[in-house]
């Protein structure tokens, strides 16, 4: 085999992002009955290869740091180490899956739920008795089956990381292939959860109590589930309207939704189609696919805007730009572009303008977003606390189940399972991308109003600037860097808090 280059690594990874993300689309928009990851792997294993290993590892280690060629050293390293070894545990990923779509939970009475239903039907179960005995099942059998596989893989994770001979541990490893700082980001965590203690007691007791009607202190995650599936405001986000709602308000802020037609929309009803809707750039940035199959109420409304953000964010990306800035990167940015837009179901003149939300409903609307955002944010502030402890390894991993219990409920008030200790984690610190893009979305937001009004997602000059200063730069820079370029600020959680505030107080 001939020695790898860095061009050679370009062209190749190109050839394999399309076809891995080609196969993702056909298989999830149901025009082929499985995907067959592991032959794309093995078509392309030079670039798994200990060559292309290193390769990009001397590379960027010869390049000197804050320059453009360590930028793109960077992502390509993080880029080969995370393909090598997302390639050594497909066996196991594949062996989960097969796990979930085969699974069959049995409740003390003799009920027998598919695993992949069992959540929907708890947060679906009116009587609590119901749920609790739902949940009690799922528990069982994810400690007794599925937690195992998770944590061989989690394991298997750690050393493939630690041997890739980038730092001496895994969070080194990731600090040093992803730009971002993990202990930086902890604190930040640690900080909003203190910040937003009192605020969250307060509308946590208020909906536990008035929503469920139980005392606050026995509430569980089974219980969060069904708080959280609240549908009284689904009737005025009608199927029917969805597509050509944002497609309205997209021309009305100056951006064409198909972005010069690259994006190509697939709303056609299928067998084996996927419900959620999700983008597939299969060729970034000319052909970029948004998969939806409307089915109304706000959550479908959420997710099509978020996915519309990220179809947007590729669609626009300049083409001239060498495959690492249009392909990789921090995730944090494209994540932050999809919240944006998802976003905008928190903006009162955006509900007003574009659902049929009648005027006294939207207050209320507004607030059980904010309870929903802030146990969300919540959430994922404990979910990195827990995350960096069970990649740091000082941790055993026996006593990992009880900090996940003890981490969730202090941050969330909700009781949580040890079982799902394995189970309810992020591979390779995405939680982290998510957090820096809440940060990232709510301080575009600010800018955005400053710059464009409050109105400015209907203001025709906001989707240019948008196109141009943030969607064309693809991945280029770390979302930190991005902040301060077009904000001037370093990225925290500020405008989150008082972005949450505003909400859980609307009236
Ligand atoms: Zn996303």
């Known amino acids: 085999m001939t020695t790898p280059t860095l061009d050679g690594l370009r062209r190749e990874g190109e050839t394999f992002m399309e076809s891995l993300s080609r196969e993702y689309y056909r298989a999830q928009a149901g025009l082929q009955p499985e995907a067959h990851f592991q032959a794309i792997y093995a078509r392309h294993a030079a670039l798994t290869s200990e060559d292309a290993l290193d390769l990009t590892r001397e590379t960027f280690r010869g390049t000197t740091p804050g320059t453009e060629d360590r930028r793109s050293a960077r992502l390509m390293l993080d880029w080969v180490a995370e393909t090598r070894v997302s390639r050594a545990l497909a066996e196991l990923d594949e062996r989960e899956i097969a796990w979930e779509t085969n699974a069959v939970a049995t409740l003390d009475d003799g009920t027998r739920v598919p695993y992949q239903r069992i959540a929907i039907d708890i947060a679906n179960a009116t009587d609590r008795r119901d749920r609790l005995a739902l949940e009690k099942a799922r528990a069982r059998l994810v400690a007794a089956e599925l937690a195992p596989l998770k944590r061989e893989r989690f394991q298997r994770e750690r050393d493939l990381v630690e041997a890739l001979g980038i730092g001496p541990t895994y969070n080194a490893t990731f600090a040093e292939i992803s730009g971002i700082d993990l202990s930086v980001l902890a604190a930040q965590c640690e900080g909003f959860l203190h910040e937003t203690q009192a605020m969250w007691d307060d509308i946590f007791r208020e909906g536990v109590r008035d929503k469920l009607g ?87 409304y959420r997710t099509f805007l978020h996915e519309l953000g990220h179809a947007l964010h590729f669609g626009y990306t300049r083409p001239d730009y060498p495959f690492e800035f249009r392909w990789l990167g921090d995730n944090s940015v494209t994540e932050s572009y999809a919240m944006l837009c998802d976003h905008l179901l928190h903006d009162p003149g955006w509900l007003r303008r574009y659902t049929e939300l009648s005027k006294a409903d939207v207050c209320p609307f507004l607030r059980a977003a904010g309870f929903e955002e802030l146990q969300f944010l919540r959430r994922y502030c404990s979910k990195l606390l827990y995350e960096v402890a069970l990649y740091g390894g000082e941790v055993p991993w026996d006593a990992l189940p009880d900090l996940y219990v003890e981490t969730l409920g202090r941050g969330t008030s909700f009781r949580y399972d040890t079982a799902d200790a394995f189970v309810d984690v992020d591979p390779r610190f995405y939680a982290a991308r998510y957090l820096r893009a809440w940060q990232l979305q709510a301080l575009l937001t600010e800018r955005l109003r400053d710059r464009f009004d409050a109105d400015w997602y209907r203001n025709p000059r906001t989707g240019p600037w948008i196109a141009t200063e943030l969607f064309a730069e693809g991945q280029r820079e770390l979302a930190d860097e991005l902040a301060k370029r077009v904000a001037g600020r370093p990225l925290t959680f500020e405008p989150l808090v008082r972005a949450t505030e505003a909400l859980v107080s609307a009236s």
């Open 214 to 300: 139980i005392d606050p202190r026995e509430a569980t995650r089974a219980d969060a589930l069904a708080l959280l599936r609240a549908r009284e405001f689904d009737g005025a986000f009608p199927a029917a309207a969805l597509e050509d709602v944002v497609k309205r308000q997209m021309a009305e802020m100056g951006l064409d939704a198909t972005a010069h037609g690259h994006i190509i929309v697939d709303a056609a009803e299928r067998d084996g189609k996927r419900s959620r809707a999700f983008c597939s750039p299969v060729r970034v940035p000319s052909e970029v696919y948004l998969v939806l199959r409307p089915h109304g109420g706000q959550t479908d």
